[in-house]
């Protein structure tokens, strides 16, 4: 028999987060424990899929460090392992470079708490693990209005790479995804503001963010889980320290 495959994945209530736990949920042979803290609708979703893996859920702010250490002083206890890694939980705050609070946010939870998440994963990863962080084509480019956002991400692509040598030698790989324009809740807030300041209605603004896109559509959060799930997969095993774009090729065009 195949031993139990242990996953944890952060901001799995909504989003690239919840595909990618949709996307492991059909298989018996894992475990998931999931994190977010919007606990209601993560618990909403699990309790209406029919799922052949086994589901835990968890309420906590990954930018919480104690919070976070309490989860995982029980996970040790009773899971033992975390085979897979999945750090998903983000947030898009804009700030203007005065906004201090704004930037104190973003930077706590997308680079603090992906760091805190992970460092608390790794007594418990066996060889062979993996780490996968969502990371942001922003983690490569500027944005205007976004510089907690981009400069978490480009932290979090650096991060990547440096922990990809430090668990080398354990044979744990360690990856980031950088999506651009995933159909998600966060994307559909940031179009919602957009056409808003635009005076446009928030279709208006969706058609004409897609006529920018080479391939006229959203990525859907299934694309990126797919993604996900190559990068945690025994084939994946040379695969480290990689920064993988899903942006449907905006990146190249002029
Ligand atoms: N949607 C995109 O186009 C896109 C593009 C680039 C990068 N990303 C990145 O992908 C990741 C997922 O984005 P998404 O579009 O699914 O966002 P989303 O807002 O739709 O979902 C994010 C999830 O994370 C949870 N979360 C946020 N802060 C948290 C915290 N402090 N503690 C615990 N849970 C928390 C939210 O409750 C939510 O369930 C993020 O890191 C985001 O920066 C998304």
Redesign the pocket.
Known sequence: MTQMRTILI?????????AVAESFAGEAGNRLVL????HA??QRWVAEAAMPAAVETHA????DLAGLQALFTGLASRLGQIDVLVN?????NENEPGDLDNWHRVIA??LH?TFYVTSLCLPLMPRQGRIIN?????GRAGKVRNTA?CAS?HGIVGMTKALALDLAPRQITVNAI?????D????Q?ELAAQAGIAGLSTEQSQRNAKKRLPLRRF?E?AEVAAMVRYLASPEAGGVTAQSLIIDGGVGLGM
Not at 10 to 18: F, L, Q, S, W, Y
Not at 134 to 138: D, F, P, Y
Request: glycine residues 14%.
């Open positions: 952060t901001g799995a209530a909504k989003g690239i987060g919840r994190v977010d803290f919007d609708e993560l906590v702010d990954i930018a998903s939980a983000g947030i898009c939870v997308n708490g969502m990371a942001s084509i922003l956002y991400k950088l999506p651009a324009w995933v998600t809740p966060m994307l807030q990525i959060g």
